[in-house]
Each structure stands twice: as structure tokens, then as C-alpha cells.
């Protein structure tokens, strides 16, 4: 072969070598590049794909409340249970008959928290709101507790026996207003001492008020409007506002940062709208709210603490009831 002809072969050949070596060069970036893009994408729908509660890092509570009188008398055992069905935090609502070093000793032992109570407006004895606040942090610290959530009104004086359904129904504009000072006062006092106060709803608050004053409808309106944010916390019972009729979604719109704390409870669709502490009670997952979206809608709006409660009459034991609950948050994607 002449030499020139040798020549112009060789030249087309490592021609035709550097454009097959960068075409793989090409393919081996596309390939490498999709393969990046596929992982990344893999990454993020692995991460909407992770339960609601896993993926932003948060315990799954219970009000102790749901667990009836037998608590009392059963308190290790149960919290024991408690922690085998997977909760990690509790909510005491009063001290089931222990001293506060005895209930940080039980929810020890269980490796349990308590970072929030109920504790009753006004009592005969046990803690209140109405008794020594300097006593009542003292002892909420040594439990851990960080929120005092007053559960029910303060039930006015002139009143006199009246029961909490009673009271519901008979409240004026002036008895909200009043409620809402009390818990500001209050609130003022134990932030000192560095515990968080709030107020818990049922659905007497959405009763509309005969004697409206300056456009207020309801009793939580006043108490929203009435309590200072940077001492009030409200928890929203979201069974209590459904089986009141009202939209927990938009009363989480209406209030961004208000409610900090909410009561994971769940109602049949047989329950009717009503105000007077009525509700068809069911396990979380098996009722009317759609937790899909209203876990995330309270979250954005705020709320960190989320414990489950469940009201009587229960289909199975509380114990059974309180792990079909926590079955279903432990796995909810939302």
C-alpha cells in the first residue's frame, strides 16, 4: 500500500477511534447523569414515602386519660405497655394519686416523657390553677412537664353545682372574657417559671353566644382573641371541633401559631354537630378526619405536640383501642 494511502487510512482510523471514544464519553455522562437524576429523585420520593411522624423526627404521644381509672391502680404495668405498643410521650391528666417524684420515677422506668399535663382550672385539693403556681411549677418540673394545659373552663361562680354540660350551655360572652383573663393571669405567673400554659377545646366553646359583644360568635373566639400569644398556647381537640361541626383545617388557617399541641382523636360520621359533649368515638384511622391532611395542615400551622386520646365507649380495651391508634400514625404518610 503506498505510503500516503497507509497514511490517510491511519489518519481516518484514529478519526474514527476519537469519535467513537467520545461518543462513548457522551453516553457514559448521560448514562452517569440520568443515573444521578434517578437516585436523586429515588431520594426525595423516599422521603415523601416515610411516615408522617418518622420523617419529621416527632414521638407519637398519648393522653393518659384514654386509659380509664384503672391507670391508677395499674400505672407501671400499663405505661410499661404503653411503651411496648411504641408511644414515647404521655400527657398526664392529674397525678393518678402519685407524687411528682413518683411519676417521674414510673415514666422512667418505662422510658416514657411527660413534656405536658392537664391541670384543672380550680380543685379542692391535687394541682390547680387557682392553687400555689410556684408549688405547681415546682412540681411540673420534676416530672419534666413543660405545658400546663388547663383542660375545661372555669366554671363561673354564680353557676354554683352546675356540671361541665350545664356550664357549657349557660356561658356568657362575660364568662369567656373572664376565662380568658384567668388564663393570662395565670400564664404570666408560671412562665417565670419557665412552663408553658394553655387551654384545651371541647365543642361547648363553638356554642354561638346569645349575647354577642363586638362581633364575637363563640366562646373560642373570645378566648383566641382574649388570651396574649406570647402567654397562651392553645391544644386543639380536632374530635371535639368536628363533632362541634367546625372545620379543624380552617380554624388552624384562622389561628397560624396558636394551637401548639394537638389531641389526636378520631369520631364516627354518625356523630351529629352538636355542643353539648356528644361524639361517636372511634380509633384514629377509623372515623370521619382525614389525617392524611390534617396532620401536615397542623404541623405548618404550628403544632408539635400531637397525643392521641379516645373517648368512651370503646369497641375493644383501652389498651387494644390505644395501639390500633398508634398502628395507624406510625405509618401514615402525610
Not at 60 to 75: A, N, R
Not at 91 to 115: H, I, M, Q, S
Not at 167 to 176: K, L, P, R
Request: glycine content about 10%; aromatic content about 8%; proline content about 6%.
Amino acid at each position: 500500500m503506498p505510503f500516503q494511502k497507509k497514511e490517510s487510512l491511519v489518519r481516518s482510523t484514529a478519526c474514527e477511534t476519537r469519535a467513537s471514544a467520545a461518543d462513548l464519553s457522551r453516553r457514559g455522562l448521560l448514562a452517569a447523569g440520568a443515573a444521578a437524576l434517578g437516585a436523586a429523585y429515588a431520594g426525595v420520593a423516599g422521603a415523601v414515602e416515610k411516615p408522617f411522624f418518622q420523617r419529621r423526627n416527632l414521638p407519637v404521644g398519648i393522653q393518659l386519660y384514654t386509659l380509664g381509672p384503672d391507670l391508677q391502680k395499674e400505672l407501671e404495668t400499663q405505661l410499661a405497655t404503653v411503651a411496648k405498643i411504641g408511644f414515647k410521650s404521655v400527657e398526664l391528666a392529674g397525678y393518678l394519686g402519685r407524687t411528682p417524684a413518683e411519676l417521674r420515677a414510673a415514666f422512667d422506668k418505662a422510658g416514657l416523657v411527660c413534656p405536658s399535663a392537664h391541670i384543672a382550672p380550680k380543685a379542692a385539693s391535687g394541682p390547680s390553677f387557682s392553687g400555689d403556681l410556684a408549688k405547681l411549677a415546682d412540681e411540673l418540673h420534676v416530672i419534666g412537664v413543660k405545658a400546663a394545659i388547663m383542660p375545661i373552663l372555669y366554671i363561673p361562680d354564680r353557676l354554683g353545682g352546675a356540671d361541665l354540660r350545664q356550664a357549657g350551655a349557660q356561658m356568657t360572652a362575660d364568662d369567656w372574657k373572664w376565662n380568658a383573663d384567668f388564663l393570662n393571669e395565670k400564664a404570666a405567673v408560671l412562665k417565670k417559671a419557665g412552663i408553658v400554659s394553655g387551654y384545651h377545646n371541647h365543642n361547648f366553646e363553638f356554642a354561638p353566644l346569645k349575647d354577642t359583644k363586638g362581633g364575637d360568635t363563640n366562646g373560642m373566639e373570645i378566648l383566641l382573641k382574649g388570651t396574649d400569644p406570647s402567654l397562651v398556647t392553645f391544644e386543639m381537640d380536632a374530635g371535639w371541633v368536628t363533632a362541634a361541626g367546625k372545620d379543624p383545617f380552617a380554624l388552624l388557617k384562622a389561628h397560624p401559631g396558636r394551637f401548639t399541641q394537638m389531641h389526636v382523636k378520631d369520631i364516627k360520621p354518625t356523630t351529629k354537630a352538636n355542643f353539648e359533649l356528644r361524639q361517636d368515638p372511634t380509633e384514629v384511622g377509623g372515623g370521619m378526619i382525614d389525617w392524611k391532611r390534617l396532620l401536615p395542615a397542623a404541623y405548618a400551622a404550628g403544632v408539635r405536640g400531637f397525643y392521641v386520646e379516645q373517648e368512651p365507649p370503646f369497641a375493644h380495651s383501652r389498651l387494644e383501642s390505644a395501639k390500633i391508634s398508634f398502628d395507624y400514625l406510625a405509618r401514615v404518610v402525610a
